[in-house]
């Protein structure tokens, strides 16, 4: 069960890490939650219930339910002691749903770290694009504003850049355009009283 986790950590980690920030965190994950069953053979994790995914300073994952996919290299599962123990899968898929909540810690410019929160009904993270998909009142936060959508959000991790399907809203932080002239004048809106 314990070598079970291990490869679930590497999952979860692979979903948002780039290489040599997720060699040295892996070992920090913490996974929980209340009911889970892992099918080795067919690389399928199912964990439902209070499901809690932390590692520090990377990336906070909350849900009702996770699953996800991991298809094993046949070869390498044979020579470990439980097929899927070695980890020699990498992520196919991963879908969040029930109340989602996503924090994560991406590099920023000049050595600071960006915070991105992301909530919706369902979280669907496909690792051949690196796209994460929010849905059922999907939001997402970043330092500069929010983004708020009634169909689709859909976070692109690899180019960091967002877009919607569906009417949306952008809130900024007036301080994003504080060097715009248009932005950076006097107004002439009525007192209020």
Same mark, same amino acid.
């Not at 913490?30 to 994790?45: H, I, K, M, S, W």
């Not at 994560?104 to 669907?124: M, P």
């Not at 690899?158 to 967002?162: E, Q």
């Given at each position: 069960?314990?070598?079970?986790?291990?490869v679930?950590?590497?999952?979860?980690?692979?979903?948002l890490v780039?290489?040599?920030v997720?060699?040295?965190?892996?070992?920090?994950i913490?996974?929980?939650?209340?009911?889970?069953?892992?099918?080795?053979?067919?690389?399928?994790?199912? /964990?439902?219930?209070?499901?809690?995914?932390?590692?520090?300073?990377? /990336?906070?994952?909350?849900?009702?339910?996770?699953r996800?996919?991991? !298809?094993?290299?046949?070869?390498?599962?044979?020579?470990?002691v439980? !097929?899927?123990?070695?980890?020699?899968?990498?992520?196919?898929?991963?879908?969040?749903?029930?109340?989602?909540?996503?924090q994560?810690?991406?590099?920023?410019?000049?050595?600071?770290?960006?915070?991105?929160?992301?909530?919706?009904?369902?979280?669907?993270y496909?690792?051949?694009?690196?796209?994460?998909?929010?849905?059922?009142? !999907?939001?997402?936060e970043t330092?500069?504003?929010?983004?708020?959508?009634?169909?689709?959000?859909?976070?692109?991790l690899?180019?960091?850049?967002?877009r919607?399907?569906? !009417?949306?809203?952008?809130?900024?932080?007036?301080?994003?355009?504080?060097?715009?002239?248009?932005?950076?004048?006097?107004?002439?809106?009525?007192?209020?009283?």
């Open positions: 069960m314990i070598r079970s986790l291990h679930l950590r590497w999952v979860l980690l692979t979903l780039a290489g040599p997720r060699a040295q965190l892996q070992d920090r913490q996974l929980t939650a209340t009911n889970a069953v892992l099918e080795f053979q067919e690389g399928v994790y199912h /964990l439902w219930d209070h499901v809690r995914v932390e590692s520090s300073g990377v /990336l906070t994952l909350t849900c009702d339910d996770l996800a996919v991991l !298809p094993q290299d046949k070869a390498a599962a044979a020579a470990t439980a !097929p899927g123990a070695g980890g020699s899968g990498r992520l196919q898929s991963l879908v969040a749903t029930g109340h989602v909540q996503i994560f810690f991406q590099a920023g410019a000049g050595g600071t770290t960006n915070v991105v929160h992301a909530s919706g009904d369902k979280a669907e496909g690792a051949a694009d690196e796209v994460l998909i929010l849905t059922g009142n !999907p939001r997402i330092g500069s504003g929010t983004m708020v959508g009634t169909e689709a959000l859909i976070y692109d690899k180019s960091r850049s967002m919607n399907r569906g !009417p949306y809203r952008i809130e900024l932080r007036s301080d994003v355009l504080r060097n715009s002239v248009l932005f950076n004048r006097g107004t002439n809106a009525p007192k209020s009283r």
